[in-house]
């Protein structure tokens, strides 16, 4: 079956009307690798319920449309998605429990060629119920087992790669070898962050870590090395996701100042020397 360029581009979300609780924060917040250290107070502010912050990143949880590649409809071999890449620009802080609506629309069908797989890009939008526009998430599916489509947008402009120079800041974060089974309570319970027999088949010796929980934790390390822990100050977070990281590894975060309010970065895994997010932006106030 060959996916239908125009039933993927014009495929209808329903509004997502969520609300969350501190709950939720902490669970998300949990997924990422906060309360590692139970008693530092960096930590405490995302974990614990006095005086509670929601850590930006949560956003891309929130107004989720749910798993709809898995709908038979969509014709898409889901097995055998990757996710891309992923953008967020953040407009105004999440507070710590809350109402969001999320808006979904896909904005690029991109075909790669027959064998060759296709790109699905898609924009969501949370508004409070005030109708604030609190973010701006945008998501690059890789089905790589679909492609020769009957049409094809162009590509929306590329993440810049990092530069080609040694790091001016590095940070090292492990990840929990349980990330990926506390992180799908969050959204995304595809059984590939889960189920072994699912990852073989998908070509992978175990469960993978959702990629997002791995930007969760690339957020973490450039909110504690280039913001000085004050998570308010990253306005945006782009990247691409280069290679999976299997729960438990160490992530490693490299970055480059790009002036006063901008970091490049990417992260590799420690223990097998393999970059896995490439092309990384972090948008931060002075």
């Known amino acids: ?33 906060f309360g590692q250290e139970p008693t530092n107070p960096d930590h405490l502010k995302y974990v614990y319920e006095q005086n509670l912050q929601a850590f930006p990143t949560m956003a891309v949880v929130l107004g989720y449309p749910g798993f709809w590649m898995k709908d038979p409809k969509a014709g898409i071999n889901w097995v055998k998605l990757v996710h891309g890449e992923q953008r967020l620009t953040i407009h105004k802080p999440l507070p710590a429990a809350g109402r969001v609506i999320g808006r979904t629309r896909i904005t690029h069908v991109i075909d790669k060629g027959a064998d060759k797989g296709a790109l699905v890009l898609s924009e969501r939008t949370l508004h409070d119920d005030a109708g604030n526009h609190l973010v701006t998430i945008g998501s690059t599916t890789f089905c790589r087992g679909d492609g020769g489509l009957s049409q094809s947008d162009e590509s929306p402009p ?7 120079r040694a790091p001016d800041m590095t940070c090292a974060l492990p990840t929990l070898p349980q990330a990926a089974l506390i992180y799908r309570l969050c959204a995304d319970n595809n059984p590939l962050h889960a189920d072994p027999a ?9 469960p993978i870590l959702h990629g997002l929980c791995t930007y969760g934790v690339a957020a973490r390390a450039i909110v504690q090395t280039a913001c000085s822990n004050d998570a308010t100050r990253l306005t945006a977070l782009h990247t691409r996701f280069s290679s999976p990281v299997f729960p438990g590894e160490t992530l490693v975060c490299e970055m480059w100042r790009d002036g006063k309010e901008a970091v490049r970065f990417r ?20």
Do not use: C
Not at 158 to 164: Q, R
């Open 1 to 33: 079956m060959i996916m239908d360029y125009q039933l993927i581009k014009n495929w209808v979300f329903p509004e997502v009307d969520r609300t969350y609780t501190e709950n939720d924060s902490i669970l998300y917040a949990l997924g990422i690798g």
């Open 158 to 164: 590329a993440l810049e790669a990092t530069p080609d």
């Open 198 to 206: 699912v990852a073989e088949r998908a070509g992978y010796p175990r």
């Open 267 to 286: 992260a590799k895994v420690a223990e097998r020397d393999v970059v896995v997010l490439s092309h990384g932006y972090a948008g931060i106030k002075a």
